[in-house]
């Protein structure tokens, strides 16, 4: 599974154009619309795609390759244009051109490095420190709780800001 960000407004856009699956329709051979803005299909080496976007309005997919006949000039080529189908598929239901989506997903992952190094700060500061307050270990607990259901869910965006909240308790 992957996840890209995707501009704001778009998610609405290409709904009302039709949906995630009429956009995937002019890219790949074979697309289901699994109602909702979803789809699944294939195209080539790509022998499953399925995509969504979520309720945050990021796009989720999840796509199966199998490797071409590097032997076979033809095939070579089918691969490439799939990959390039894939690229441009992605431009238009993001918003984003690859290098925008690659500084995207690095934003993404610095966020929840950012919640999971809070908890591990405040955790060793409650450890060593016998000044903290027990009102203050109970706030702490408390967020690191909700940090970590955040982390699971995915949602790093809350993770990284209830971790900037955890850390200012502290200051």
């Known amino acids: ?50 995509a969504h976007y979520n309720e945050s309005g990021a796009l989720v997919v999840d796509v199966k390759n199998v490797p071409p006949n590097f032997d076979n000039n033809e095939a070579m080529k089918t691969a490439q244009d799939s990959r390039k189908r894939w690229t441009q598929f992605l431009d238009e239901v993001t918003g984003y051109n690859s290098k925008q989506r690659g500084d995207k997903a690095k934003e993404w992952a610095k966020k929840s490095s950012k919640a999971k190094s809070a908890i591990s700060q405040a955790q060793h500061f409650m450890k060593v420190s016998s000044k903290v307050s027990d009102d203050v270990k109970e706030k702490a607990d408390s967020l690191i709780i909700e940090i970590n259901t955040c982390l699971e869910n995915n949602d790093f965006t809350r993770a990284a800001s209830r971790g900037e909240k955890l850390n200012k308790l502290f200051q």
């Open 1 to 50: 599974m992957e996840r890209f960000d995707v501009k704001r407004g778009l998610v609405k856009e290409i709904t009302e154009e039709g949906g995630l699956a009429k956009v995937a329709k002019k890219y790949f051979d074979t697309v289901n619309d699994n109602g909702k803005n979803s789809f699944s299909g294939s195209h080539d080496i790509m022998v499953s795609i399925d």
